[in-house]
């Protein structure tokens, strides 16, 4: 025991001191473990649900409203749905940042922390504009994956795509899937630690072969009585190096009103 | 025979320390006298019964703890022509097991506890060694190989030689184990020995240690020193073409001839520890200190240590996740 406890000395010592960082935490901190509080008062509506293009009941509105609503004070950023019927329409991009800049979104701020997702029901296409945190936030892979399954939904059912949508992209954007990913890493690396330490421990040479080839040569060099490399013939060969190309895509750009946005379109 | 102390009559024995025979009674150096023995089945000091088996030419009569040799066993025909003699002592033989299974964890509670580890025995281990001339012809055809790259185009430029080769190799005293009871690895692993301290056979380096006869003649064991022969002359050969990207051999003559075949006692510890129904050997080389064996594990601490070190990592891990989302 006296080993045991030797050699986990550090492990036990660094818990005791972590325990009494927590604990001197969970006396200080003033930190506000509640919902976000929306701070943008200069925001032009309060509606976040604009169906234009009528592909929503009226109670379908409702709830996606009531949705949008719980899920924007878990993730601090406004979350707007549009819907619209326009071939007209020549750059849903523009569009979609043009609709977010005039009406002032922003959960902490005008043109602040959110996000616009806009289909165009016309033409089929969409696209998911970002603004603020959730601009930082958002990748091109991820923007690619929230609206190709919104996409892959929006035809059999509208209502349960821009569901799917908001709890989506309010998942993306709070600490709770953080959280649920540190978990399972939480269990994996000590798991894949454990397993090096047994094994490295249980590592069990029996010993290793010390002589070499001169071990038992007398004076320790052989007599080299012929040595000869005669050269024969040579030849060359030759081959073109192909040369790889990569891909590329999306960014941020800057709109009309002088706002950067982020995001990524789709089709349906 | 047995070699008793002039000064006070104890069994005198041979000091690898000070490397020269000593008294473990009075301390007296070099004060030998030797004793003819009494044959193979009694103690020549207290007439207790002894049990060699058929290859034992020393051992330490179990009543009075006498080492005794058992010169019927080592002269004659059976008398080896060269000793090695014991220059790691007991104590220090023990310090090398501690010294490198000491900070293992998952050794078992008294593996290195002085009680077991009190049991380590020296002994002599007969060997025999073969001198050889050996030549090697070799013929084969070499390519080197070249890569350059220009622009977008790699070429590759082979370039063959005909590879001509003729070494004499002399090897000397390539040690081959003539125990039975010795496991052949573990006696190649405890290689090499330092020639330089052989001596002409002397009986006293034996008294204090065990000892084993040789238990089969030079020819029913040359294979294995012919075998590590040809390695040699083999690697040595490679290693004059290492030049080369590949040389696929031609024709190819090793050519092995006997000189001389010896018989000497090399030196080595042997401790045994039993653990769970099992017995795990360990030898180490009695002039060098390099020591051979796999540890028993002890599964109970196996799982201990590494579960603690599983739970200590995930709690470290939640208690700094949760002082990151309270800063």
Redesign the interface.
Known sequence: MK??FK??AW??G??AI??V??IV??AT?Q?QSGPYVRTNADCLTDERVFDYADKLSAGEEEMLRNLIAEQEKKCGCDIVIMTVYDPEIRSLMNYADDFYDENKFGYNKPWGDGCIYVDNWATGDVWFSTCGRVEDTYSNSMIRDIVDETCSRTNADPYKAYSYFVTTMASDMT?ELN?AS?GI???V???I??VI??CV??A????????V???????GV????????????????????Q?SSGGGGGGHHISSGGISHGGGGGHH | MVYKCLNCGANAIFDPDKGKMYCPHCDGIDSEQLQPGAGLNSCVVCGAPVEPDQYTSATKCEHCGSYMIFEERITGEREPHLILPFKVSKQKAKDCLKEKFGK???IPDGFLKEASLDKMEGIYVPFFMYDYDCTYEYSG??KKVRRW?SG???????????????????????PVDASIKMEDG?M?????YDYSALEAFQTKYMSGFLGEMKNMEPSEVENRARH??K???E??MR??MTEYEAVTPTRQNLNLIGKRTQYALLPVWDYTFRYKGKDYHFKLNGQTG??????P?SWGK?I????????????????????L???
């Open positions: 080993k045991y050699h986990f492990l036990y660094l818990l972590l325990l960082i927590n935490i969970a901190s930190k600490f959280f540190f890493l939480g269990l690396i000590p798991l630690v454990s330490y047994l421990n249980l069990n040479n029996k010993g290793k072969k010390t002589t080839s001169t071990t038992y040569v007398t004076s052989p007599n080299m009585r012929v040595k000869q490399d005669i050269f024969l013939h040579k030849h060359t060969t030759h081959r073109t190096i040369s | 293992k964890l998952f055809t070499g790259r977008n185009t790699e070429y590759t430029e082979t370039s063959t030689f005909q590879v001509e080769r003729v070494m004499d190799v002399p090897f000397d005293k390539i573990a190649d692993l405890l290689e090499p590590k022969a390695a040699d002359a690697s040595l290693g004059t390099k020591l051979i064996g796999a540890t594990i196996a201990g240590y590494t579960a603690t070190m599983f739970f200590g990592l995930y709690a470290v891990l939640g208690l700094l996740l949760n002082i989302g309270g800063l």
